[in-house]
């Protein structure tokens, strides 16, 4: 489910990613992602509920779900813990889906994390998504090692 958005790209590759905590826009609600889904940035953004933001992998696509997590809780965490958890954890897949770690990857991720108002209605998935930072991908970014 996608909610808030964190952006981990700070120009190189760096041995650990530093977060950007801010989302780069408003959540958009929730929408279900599964792993190997893609998605395009501008329908993502665009605020209208009613868009559709995935398209179909082999067509130029700016993000790629690889990883689907979930935090687990009662009471709504701390931003700050959904940001550690996420980072960490989406770091571990990366390398896992690339083939390659993070700090080394030519390759960026980014993940989104649940807002309070969809914690309350159930949300508890973290999504990590892939992207190249210099151009839209075609086709699976999986076993990539760049």
């Known amino acids: 489910m996608v909610s808030t958005l964190v952006d ?5 590759p760096e041995p650990t990613p530093t977060p950007t905590v801010a989302p780069t826009f408003a959540p958009t609600g929730l929408i279900d992602l599964t792993v190997g889904d893609c998605l395009d940035q501008k329908r993502l953004e665009d605020g209208i509920t ?3 933001p995935l398209v179909e992998c082999d067509s130029k696509h700016d993000l790629e779900v690889f990883a689907s ?3 687990d809780g009662t009471a709504y965490p701390a931003v700050e ?22 700090g080394i990857s030519a390759l960026d ?11 309350a209605k159930g949300d508890r998935g973290i999504d990590c998504v892939v992207f190249d930072p210099t ?3 075609t086709g699976t970014l999986a076993g990539a090692k760049r």
Do not use: M
Not at 81 to 102: H, I, R
């Open 8 to 12: 981990t790209y700070a120009g190189a």
């Open 50 to 52: 009613s868009t559709e």
């Open 69 to 71: 997590l979930t935090f």
């Open 81 to 102: 813990d959904l940001v550690s958890f996420g980072l960490k954890k989406c770091a571990a897949q990366f390398t896992k889906f690339v083939g390659l770690d993070f």
């Open 109 to 119: 991720f980014q993940y989104y994390y649940p807002t309070e108002s969809s914690w």
């Open 135 to 137: 151009q839209q991908s």
